[in-house]
């Protein structure tokens, strides 16, 4: 059983920049690929961006490619998510996901987190 906990969601202006945290209670973070997906209000819940277990391989949706990195620190079972230029579209509730192998698709994954509210005012 992995448990995910992510940190870092806020009310920022439009422009901003955040920095999403996720933390998993295993120790074998490193045999997981991570993903990071959002769920604005009222929509379904979508990728945002992946990487593999080495963090050598990372994928973005095209919302997400050129604004957003996310990266990982294995010795800190650490998942992050590196916001730019956010706009009110980015509004969203940001969920942190671990699985066999990086994925942007939400059923490659096996764990969730709880998420963290991003708020993005214009």
């Known amino acids: 059983q992995v448990q995910l906990v992510e940190s870092g969601g806020a009310l920022v202006q439009a422009g901003a920049s955040l920095r999403l945290s996720c933390a998993a209670s295993t120790r074998t973070f490193a045999w997981y690929a991570m993903g990071w997906f959002r769920q604005p209000p009222g929509k379904e819940r979508d990728s945002v961006a992946a990487i593999s277990r080495d963090g050598l391989s990372t994928y973005y949706t095209n919302s997400a490619k050129g604004r957003f990195t996310i990266s990982r620190d294995n010795a800190k079972n650490t998942v992050y998510l590196h916001m730019n230029s956010l706009t009110p579209e980015d509004t969203a509730v940001y969920y942190c996901?671990?699985?066999?192998?990086?994925?942007?698709?939400?059923?490659?994954?096996?764990?969730w987190g709880q998420g963290t509210q991003v708020n993005v005012s214009s």
């Open positions: 996901a671990a699985g066999p192998a990086a994925t942007l698709a939400k059923q490659g994954y096996d764990y």
